[in-house]
Each structure stands twice: as structure tokens, then as C-alpha cells.
Nanobody
Framework: QLQLVESGGGLVQPGGSLRLSCLVY????????VGWVRQAPGKEREGLSC????????YYADSAKGRFTISGDNAKNLLYLQMNSLKPEDTAVYYC?????????????????WGQGTQVTVSS
């Protein structure tokens, strides 16, 4: 059983940057696919990026390419999401999630384990 705890959300101005962190308890990141998902008010959950299990392949949704970077520190069981050039439409709750493999779809992605979420608000 995994537990995931996100941190790093907050209020940022348009054009700014944030780095989200996710600490994973219960198993090594080596064995799981781990990713980031967001949900804006009134919208479905949107998968942003995922790192596959042992192969460590990285996948990005179109909305994340070029501005967001996922990375992991397996020695510390930490997952990160570096977000740059943030826009008001990036405002959402951001979740860290894990599964045996990266989901096939970015819309309502299927993960087995979820963190509690961290709020990101982009506003001037």
C-alpha cells in the first residue's frame, strides 16, 4: 500500500514558476509508474505527465509539453513537477499518483494510488 504526499502548491503570478514535490511511502519508486494529474473546478481530471516503472520512460500530455518537467529522485522516493511560464488556466488541484503502468489516456487517468492534492492558483 502506497501513500503519496504532495507539497509545493500555492499562489503564483502568471509567468511564474512552481515546483511540486511528492513523497512516496510504502515502496520504492523503482517498481511503480508515477505521475501528476490536475483537476480544475468543474473539469475532469487531466493527466499531465508520467514516468513508467523500471524503464523510466517519460510521457507528457500536450498541455504539459514545453512548460512542465517531471523528475524523480528514487533514492529519496521523491517525485517532482517543475512548472514554468504558468498561466491562469493552470489553476487546479494537482495530484501525485501511482500505478503499475502509466495510464493510456490523459482524460481521467486511471491510477491505483493518489495523494491528497495540492492547490495551485495562478493569478495576478
Amino acid at each position: 500500500q502506497l501513500q503519496l504526499v504532495e507539497s509545493g502548491g500555492g499562489l503564483v503570478q502568471p509567468g511564474g514558476s512552481l515546483r511540486l514535490s511528492c513523497l512516496v511511502y510504502g515502496s520504492s519508486l523503482d517498481y511503480y509508474a508515477v505521475g501528476w494529474v490536475r483537476q480544475a473546478p468543474g473539469k475532469e481530471r487531466e493527466g499531465l505527465s508520467c514516468i513508467s516503472g523500471p524503464e523510466r520512460r517519460v510521457y507528457y500530455a500536450d498541455s504539459a509539453k514545453g512548460r512542465f518537467t517531471i523528475s524523480g529522485d528514487n533514492a529519496k522516493n521523491l517525485l517532482y513537477l517543475q512548472m514554468n511560464s504558468l498561466k491562469p488556466e493552470d489553476t487546479a488541484v494537482y495530484y501525485c499518483a501511482a500505478a503499475w503502468r502509466c495510464p493510456d489516456h490523459t482524460s481521467n487517468p486511471q491510477y491505483d494510488y493518489w495523494g491528497q492534492g495540492t492547490q495551485v492558483t495562478v493569478s495576478s
